[in-house]
């Protein structure tokens, strides 16, 4: 089997400390390009969660997805109704005290 070998990324750190040392001094460019990737990132994110699904929804007939059959809803209903007549017969019945002393 060969070895495998790290692989060595060739980062000019001093390139990187330059920007980050141009970016300490000059606060108000910092805090001008944070201010744009929030605002850059708030459109995407707006874009992709509210705009776009809003005009997708209007595009969608809902009668056509949803077609509920009439049978079909009518024995899923039954059969709730079923269960919960089961679930609440169990209430009905009287059981005898466990911890109640027999009488001779």
Do not use: C, H
């Not at 059959?69 to 019945?93: C, G, H, S």
């Amino acid at each position: 089997m060969p070895e495998l070998k790290p692989v060595k990324l060739k980062i000019n750190k001093e390139r990187w400390v330059s920007y980050l040392e141009f970016l300490v001094r000059n606060n108000l460019i910092t805090f001008l390009v944070l201010i744009f990737l929030i605002l850059i990132l708030g459109l995407f994110i707006g874009y992709f969660y509210v705009w776009r699904v809003e005009s997708f929804d209007q595009k969608l007939e809902v009668e056509k997805i949803l077609k509920i059959d009439a049978l079909k809803q009518q024995r899923v209903l039954d059969e709730w109704q079923q269960r919960n007549e089961n679930f609440y017969t169990v209430d009905a019945k009287k059981y005898r005290n466990p911890f109640e002393l027999k009488k001779q």
